[in-house]
């Protein structure tokens, strides 16, 4: 098989494929937030709702949910503009904890195959657990700005002793470690691995910066679900 290399330039990340036939993943939470920043994922959570990573600095935000290929147009694309965005009370940009915030659409996102949100996370995951890394990636004829492809794979859950010991783990509480297995083609990115889904529910939002080697940190999501129920529930 041929092998192909493109480059994802505003995410400063490389990825690789061994196939010329793209096939794209079902993973209808997944949401693009479109910024003069660079490429950053979220997770529709709630139909009026999308959690993300705080380290993403969004000016002129806004949300694409469902298709995002510009090319071919099926009717579930969506572009909503957000009403308020809420940190994490601890969080702070020279630090990567608590890397966590919440988006507010200004109007309830239209459900439908391609647009569904995904439960939150209800316990931690047992070490070994072989969990989805979900994420957004750069089809080969993709000419746009942002990435337009949904992509899965699977990886095992390390436990918090392991992670401790790893270079990207050690300083990072709250943490999730997530082993890469080395057979895969795809030099992974931050964009290509934005969450982690355990179980059918959202278990890990990726840090800023913190992907490297083998080894990926996500923040436990599951340490913040009362934060995130007390600030999305109904008023």
């Given at each position: 098989m041929e092998?192909?290399l493109?480059?994802g330039?505003l995410?400063?990340?490389f990825?690789?494929?061994?196939?010329?036939?793209?096939?794209?993943?079902?993973?209808?939470y997944l949401?693009?937030?479109?910024?003069?920043?660079?490429?950053?994922v979220?997770?529709?959570?709630?139909?009026?709702?999308?959690?993300?990573?705080?380290?993403?600095?969004?000016p002129?935000?806004?949300v694409l949910l469902?298709n995002?290929?510009?090319?071919?147009?099926d009717g579930?694309?969506?572009?909503?503009n957000?009403?308020?965005?809420?940190?994490?009370?601890?969080?702070?940009h020279?630090?990567p904890?608590?890397?966590?915030?919440l988006i507010?659409l200004a109007?309830p996102?239209?459900?439908?195959?391609?647009?569904?949100?995904?439960p939150?996370?209800t316990?931690?995951?047992?070490?070994?657990?072989?969990?989805?890394?979900s994420?957004?990636?750069?089809?080969?004829?993709?000419?746009?700005?942002?990435?337009?492809?949904r992509?899965?794979?699977e990886?095992p859950?390390m436990?918090d002793?392991?992670?401790?010991?790893?270079?990207?783990g050690?300083s990072?509480?709250?943490?999730?470690c997530?082993k890469f297995?080395?057979v895969f083609?795809?030099?992974l990115g931050?964009v290509a691995?934005?969450t982690?889904i355990?179980?059918?529910?959202?278990q890990g939002?990726?840090?800023g910066?913190?992907?490297g080697?083998?080894?990926g940190i996500?923040?436990?999501i599951y340490?913040?679900?009362s934060?995130i129920e007390s600030?999305?529930?109904?008023k």
């Open positions: 092998l192909l493109f480059v330039v995410a400063g990340t990825f690789s494929a061994h196939s010329a036939v793209q096939k794209e993943d079902p993973a209808p949401v693009y937030l479109k910024s003069h920043f660079g490429p950053c979220g997770v529709l959570i709630k139909s009026s709702w999308v959690l993300a990573p705080a380290h993403c600095y969004l002129n935000l806004k469902g995002l290929k510009t090319r071919v147009r579930t694309e969506q572009v909503i957000p009403i308020q965005i809420v940190h994490y009370w601890n969080y702070n020279s630090n904890q608590d890397d966590l915030m507010k109007k996102a239209i459900l439908n195959q391609k647009v569904q949100p995904l939150l996370a316990s931690n995951v047992k070490p070994g657990t072989k969990c989805l890394l994420g957004l990636d750069w089809s080969h004829d993709n000419g746009g700005r942002h990435p337009d492809l992509q899965n794979m990886a859950v436990s002793k392991e992670c401790q010991q790893t270079e990207q050690k990072h509480r709250n943490s999730l997530v297995v080395k083609a795809r030099v931050e691995v934005a982690v355990c179980n059918n529910k959202l939002t990726e840090v910066h913190f992907m080697g083998d080894v996500y923040t436990n340490k913040y679900v934060w600030v999305t529930k109904d």
